[in-house]
Structure formats: structure tokens, C-alpha cells
């Protein structure tokens, strides 16, 4: 099992730039693949990317790709999301969550674990 606290939400600008982070306490986590979620108000959660157990691959939805970039360090147990040039809808509730011994996915029904959320916003 583990656990994950996500943080670094906040206020920023149009164009400006976040980091998140999130943190997992719990063994194994070096066997999760981690996904990045956002859910904005009246709308379905959505994949923004993920990222494999070692690092050495992402996966990013089409809005998002070029912009965010996932990473992650297995031995503090923590994974990153780097959003650079924000747009106003990029606004919403980020999470992380974690996939068991498995590969990427876009489906939020296929991931076992997931923090609380952080919110960003960005404005025009």
C-alpha cells in the first residue's frame, strides 16, 4: 500500500510556471507507475501523463505535451510535475496517483492509489 500527498498548487499568471510534487510513503514505490490526474469544477477527471517505475519513459495527453513534463526520484519517493506555460484552462485540481506493477495508463479506474489533490490556478 502507499500513500501519496501531493503539493506546490497555487496562483499563477497566464505563461507563468509550477511544480508539483508528490510524495509517497509506503514500500515498493519503484514498482508503481505514477500517473498525473486534473479535475476541473463540473468536469470528469483527466490524464495529464505518467510515468514508468524506473523513469525512463512519459506519456502525456495532447494538451499538455510540450509544456509539462513528469519525473520522478525513486529513492526519495517522490514524483514531479513541471508545468511550464499555463494556460487559464489548465486550471483545476491536480493529482497523483499510483499503479501497481503495471504499465501507463489513461484510465483513472486502473489506478490503485491516490493523494488528495492540489489546486492550481491560473489566470488570464
Known amino acids: 500500500q502507499v500513500q501519496l500527498v501531493e503539493s506546490g498548487g497555487g496562483l499563477v499568471q497566464a505563461g507563468g510556471s509550477l511544480r508539483l510534487s508528490c510524495a509517497a510513503s509506503g514500500r515498493a514505490f519503484s514498482r508503481y507507475t505514477m500517473g498525473w490526474f486534473r479535475q476541473a469544477p463540473g468536469k470528469e477527471r483527466e490524464f495529464v501523463g505518467a510515468?514508468?517505475?524506473?523513469?525512463?519513459?512519459?506519456y502525456y495527453s495532447d494538451s499538455v505535451k510540450g509544456r509539462f513534463t513528469i519525473s520522478r526520484n525513486n529513492a526519495e519517493k517522490t514524483v514531479y510535475l513541471q508545468m511550464n506555460s499555463l494556460k487559464p484552462e489548465d486550471t483545476a485540481v491536480y493529482y497523483c496517483?499510483?499503479?501497481?506493477?503495471?504499465?501507463?495508463?489513461?484510465?483513472?479506474?486502473?489506478?490503485?492509489?491516490w493523494g488528495q489533490g492540489t489546486q492550481v490556478t491560473v489566470s488570464s
Open positions: 496517483a499510483a499503479r501497481w506493477y503495471s504499465g501507463p495508463s489513461y484510465v483513472v479506474g486502473e489506478y490503485d492509489y
Open positions: 510515468i514508468s517505475w524506473s523513469g525512463g519513459s512519459t
